[in-house]
T-cell receptor
Framework: DQQVKQNSPSLSVQEGRISILNCDYT??????FLWYKKYPAEGPTFLIS?????DKNEDGRFTVFLNKSAKHLSLHIVPSQPGDSAVYFC????????????FGQGTILTVHP | EPEVTQTPSHQVTQMGQEVILRCVPI?????FYWYRQILGQKVEFLVS????????KSEIFDDQFSVERPDGSNFTLKIRSTKLEDSAMYFC???????????FGPGTRLTVL
């Protein structure tokens, strides 16, 4: 099941720079997208979401961009901080935030001081 | 801040034994979920529960699995006869109609020997 794909297993960024995490999806029925952050031995923590009626959503240092025609979304973190080092998961659902979530494989972000 | 809690944090069991994983969702949430993550793999949806019944389940959620909300606060996942391949991290999540996400618990690591 490859409906949601994060093609980069890892990303390394210098503190203060921009981190860009990418996600592609194949299911055209997906219309709600979320990014979660996960530390070892913890559950996924919600970061930011976007519905298909928008192409951008911002929350502080985090911005999610959605390109529906390309079935692509990205998460931008500016500026990156060492505490941002974690696994980032992209997830998608059909309809609402309370439908079942389909997750990508995750990208390990490392922010170096 | 309200959070989803799960017990136990780690459960070790013998193949063929029954296990019950417990979750306390956020109190005013109406939607409840179980997901699992086998080591090295994606987070996978198992089941969603709303209004005291299963609203959706995945192919993984076969007759060996059941969920219950025995009282107003707990939400449980039972595996009747565990298999080696059930070894995974099991995450409970909850969400409400006014929330924009599903909130995840810290997980229960199930090890089947």
């Amino acid at each position: 099941d490859q409906q949601v794909k994060q093609n980069s297993p890892s990303l390394s960024v210098q503190e203060g720079r921009i981190s860009i995490l990418n996600c592609d999806y194949t299911n055209s029925m997906f219309d709600y997208f979320l990014w979660y952050k996960k530390y070892p031995a913890e559950g996924p923590t919600f970061l930011i979401s976007i519905s298909s009626i928008k192409d951008k959503n911002e929350d502080g240092r985090f911005t999610v961009f959605l390109n529906k025609s390309a079935k692509h979304l990205s998460l931008h973190i500016v500026p990156s901080q060492p505490g941002d080092s974690a696994v980032y998961f992209c997830a998608a659902s059909e309809g609402t935030s309370y439908g079942k979530l389909t997750f990508g494989q995750g990208t390990i972000l490392t922010v170096h001081p | 801040e309200p959070e989803v809690t799960q017990t136990p944090s780690h459960q070790v069991t013998q193949m063929g034994q029954e296990v019950i994983l417990r979750c306390v969702p956020i109190s005013n949430h109406l939607y409840f979920y179980w997901y699992r993550q086998i080591l090295g793999q994606k987070v996978e949806f198992l089941v969603s529960f709303y209004n005291n019944e299963i609203s959706e389940k995945s192919e993984i959620f076969d007759d060996q699995f059941s969920v219950e909300r025995p009282d107003g606060s707990n939400f449980t996942l039972k595996i009747r006869s565990t298999k080696l391949e059930d070894s995974a991290m099991y995450f409970c999540a909850s969400g409400g109609e006014l929330t924009d996400t599903q909130y995840f618990g810290p997980g229960t690591r199930l090890t089947v020997l």
